[in-house]
């Protein structure tokens, strides 16, 4: 049986994510279908952005940094995004931040109808994009290419006219002094803000990020209703976590 249009995308950026140059000669071998389909559909990922065509193949449209995001532990945040995706039920409005853990969360909400995400996530939109059932409100400001993200005032003004049932909140450290953490200024206030406007606040990390603080505070640990993460957190946060009345949900 062959394969559909959005099983070759996902493929495809799969591919890029490992490597940031592919030839079309190799995306074909890889998926088992023509050297044609495989331009089409690399002409139309162009067409929505997520790619750049080259001669004989295609290169991601995405920061150095993000790339190497997205190829690190991608098993891991996949199952954290797929387990914090089962939270969501249907006709809900939430916030999810920006990270490419959490840009995975509208990937797992296939099956799920009328969804409203309200987001600075705009790597987000490459799954949103797959699911005529979510809608997507992206917020104003300043589009920061390192984080696939919109920062600022206008962000932070924009987020004052929304309330949400849930908040999804990236985080880019965390440590039993500081909480929850980022790695900019500009990045904690946003996240602070999504945290404010919602009923439940949910912080998504990998247990990689726990030891290693940020510069920036978001919220201390009993700042957030729960934390989704993997089997490798350590006692000594897991107890922290627990005493500040936060549910833990592993992946």
Excluded: C, W
Excluded at 48 to 73: C, K, N, S, W, Y
């Amino acid at each position: 049986m062959g394969t559909t249009f959005s099983e070759r995308k996902e493929l495809i950026l799969e591919a890029l994510a490992e490597d940031s140059s592919v030839s079309v000669a190799d995306l074909a071998k890889q998926m088992g279908v023509s050297v044609v389909t495989v331009r089409t559909d690399l002409a139309s990922l162009e067409e929505e952005g997520v790619l750049v065509r080259t001669h004989g193949g295609a290169m991601p449209a995405f920061h150095p940094q993000i790339l190497a995001r997205m190829r690190q532990d991608k098993d891991r945040k996949a199952a954290i995004a797929k387990a914090a995706a089962e939270k969501i039920q249907d006709g809900e409005t939430i916030i999810i931040s920006a990270g490419t853990t959490t840009a995975l969360i509208a990937k797992y909400l296939l099956g799920r109808r009328n969804v409203h995400i309200v987001t600075n996530n705009t790597l987000l939109l490459t799954y949103a994009r797959m699911n005529p059932q979510l809608r997507v409100t992206l917020v104003g400001g300043e589009f920061r290419s390192s984080e696939e993200g919109i920062v600022g005032p206008m962000a932070l003004q924009a987020l004052d006219t929304f309330h949400v049932s849930k908040a999804f909140i990236g985080i880019d450290g965390a440590s039993v002094k500081q909480g929850f953490t980022a790695n900019s200024v500009e990045s904690a206030d946003l996240v602070r803000k999504m945290a404010e406007q919602a009923d439940r606040v949910f912080a998504i990390s990998d247990s990689s990020k726990f030891g290693k603080p940020g510069f920036a505070r978001i919220l201390p640990f009993n700042g957030v209703d729960a934390l989704v993460t993997d089997n490798g957190l350590k006692k000594e946060f897991e107890d922290k976590l627990t005493e500040a009345g936060i549910r833990i949900v592993k992946a």
